[in-house]
């Protein structure tokens, strides 16, 4: 059974971090790619970073480049989001989502087949 647990969210002012962890469990972990995603109420999920726990290899979306950084501890299992500079546009509900590799299609969520459940990150003053 895959599960995906994420952690980490909280409450923020401008301006400030957060760090975001995602851990999953089951043996196809090494050959997929994970992905955060955010959503607020009435919008589409939008993906932010991805990256590959095969190479490495990361993708971000333009809204959080130079902000957010994703990485991965491949021997737990881990991937983590350090949100930088936050804003509070950045206000939402952030999933980690994994699955096979799908190159320049990182940022649609239909691909993604493993989901967690969620947690909210607020930046508010």
């Known amino acids: 059974q895959v599960q995906v647990v994420e952690s980490g969210g909280g409450l923020v002012q401008p301006g400030g971090s957060l760090r975001l962890s995602c851990a999953a469990s089951?043996?196809?972990?090494?050959?997929?790619?994970t992905t955060w995603f955010r959503q607020v109420p009435g919008k589409e999920r939008e993906g932010v970073a991805c990256i590959s726990n095969v190479d490495g290899r990361t993708n971000y979306a333009d809204f959080v480049k130079g902000r957010f950084t994703i990485s991965r501890d491949s021997a737990k299992n881990m991937v983590f989001l350090q949100m930088n500079n936050l804003k509070p546009e950045d206000t939402a509900v952030y999933y980690c989502?994994?699955?096979?590799?799908?190159?320049?299609?990182?940022?649609?969520?239909?691909?993604?087949?493993?989901w967690g459940q969620g947690t909210q990150v607020t930046v508010s003053a």
């Open positions: 989502a994994f699955d096979f590799d799908v190159g320049s299609a990182w940022s649609r969520a239909e691909y993604y087949h493993h």
């Open positions: 089951g043996t196809i972990f090494s050959i997929t790619a």
